[in-house]
């Protein structure tokens, strides 16, 4: 789970003229420079993962265990960002530089993600000779390092690399696509869409497992996969263009849209089978970009007001580091936990919160932000 760019989304030049084809709404998402509710958003991702890492106590209502479901919410969040970002760049200089989109990536994941992983590394090679995690530690640390994690089962915390590694290579492959295959780029994504689904539906089971899969492998494809990502990118790409724009204002422009999409996130999670393969899982990507669209779309919708708490903001704009170093975090807590004798699950997850964010805060003030100051250079 890394962080989409959180800087001021430049205004498209596209639109700004009404014709035939624009919308006074369109015209409007085109001028508009923050989308005030995706730090919320990214906020309420973080927790439900936090969420899961922590609260093990079962419970009757099964949504309280779909907290993994917070990594697919932001894949579509960091998706539509992204290509956002791309389009309107393209709209206002006539295309896309690779070089400076990959700078300010370079600038906002590699510094705190890898100097994570060096301070990890310097430690079990220190006074962590002895720990029970250090050679589970160093196997898994090449799928790490080299961001592919997701196409391995790692056996240590940073599995939860996975999604890191799913997000790089999301960078990698498609800002390239963006600026040299244009009016190609939205058909090939159709088709790696439905591509996405035939293995995640497991319509080509026989053929994979010709080449030495069992039917829930890889693991990756076959539950998150591409697919939230994609459908963010789709998101962007019909927001940007004003025939998409006005047919997908008819029900993203509803203010109460977002409610409606978040209750069937929630609905779905309850009533859904322990299994989400298949059309639940689809499903919940599908109300997950209707609740992404519907908050952009408009900045007064109904659920701006909660997205927009002052501490949810802040947990959205922390949500990066909090991701990579939560998992520390937990170990630390539940050692000091048990030590006072409050070994229930129930403390777990507000101590985790609250040291998370009180270390992610540091992180970000003292080390990550002076590679951020350097992004401006490159915007």
């Known amino acids: 789970m890394t962080s989409p760019e959180r800087e001021t989304v430049p205004a ?44 093990e106590v079962p419970t009757g209502w ?7 479901l917070g990594v697919d919410l932001f894949f579509v969040i960091s998706g539509f960002l992204i290509v956002t970002l791309l389009l309107r760049e393209r709209d206002r200089r006539g295309a896309i530089s690779l070089k400076g989109f990959y700078i300010r990536r370079l600038l906002r994941i590699f510094p705190v993600y890898y100097g994570l992983l060096f301070a990890l590394s310097l430690l079990f090679l220190t006074v962590g000779k002895n720990a029970n ?40 492959f498609w800002p390239p696509l963006e600026r040299f295959a244009k009016g190609a780029a939205v058909p090939l994504l159709w088709g790696l869409l439905i591509l996405s689904q035939v293995i995640h539906f497991g319509l080509i089971d026989g053929w994979m497992a ?48 977002a409610v409606v999409a ?39 919708h109904l659920l701006q007001p909660m997205l927009r708490l002052p501490p949810l903001v802040r947990i959205g704009m922390l949500s990066y580091g909090m991701y990579l170093l939560h998992m520390l975090c937990r170990h630390g807590c ?15 997850f507000p101590a985790t919160l609250v040291v998370t964010v009180v270390v992610a805060q540091a992180s970000f003030q003292f080390y990550e932000q002076r590679f951020l100051k350097l992004k401006d250079r490159f915007s």
């Open 62 to 68: 099964r949504a309280t265990g779909r907290g993994f």
């Open 133 to 172: 995690m250090r050679a589970g530690f160093f196997d898994d640390l090449p799928w790490a390092l080299t961001y592919t994690s997701n196409w391995a089962g790692l056996s240590t915390f940073l599995a939860i690399t996975w999604s890191l590694s799913a997000e790089e290579q999301f960078y990698v």
């Open 334 to 348: 539940k050692t000091v936990l048990t030590k006072l004798g409050l070994v229930q699950d129930f403390w777990l």
């Open 12 to 55: 498209s030049d596209v639109g700004a003229t009404p014709g035939p084809t624009t919308t006074t709404t369109h015209q409007t998402f085109l001028r508009q420079k923050t989308f005030g509710a995706l730090d919320g958003l990214r906020a309420l991702s973080i927790l439900a993962v936090l969420w899961h890492h922590t609260y």
């Open 210 to 257: 010709s080449l030495g899969f069992t039917p829930h492998q890889p693991e990756f494809l076959r539950q998150t996969g591409f697919t939230p990502i994609m459908l963010g990118v789709l998101l962007a790409h019909g927001l940007h263009d004003p025939r998409w724009h006005a047919r997908l204002a008819g029900l993203l422009h509803l203010r109460g849209t």
């Open 262 to 300: 978040l209750f069937v996130i929630v609905f779905i999670c309850t009533v859904a089978p322990p299994d989400l393969t298949g059309w639940p899982r689809f499903s919940l990507h599908l109300a997950m970009t209707v609740l992404v669209g519907a908050s952009v779309i408009r900045e007064d």
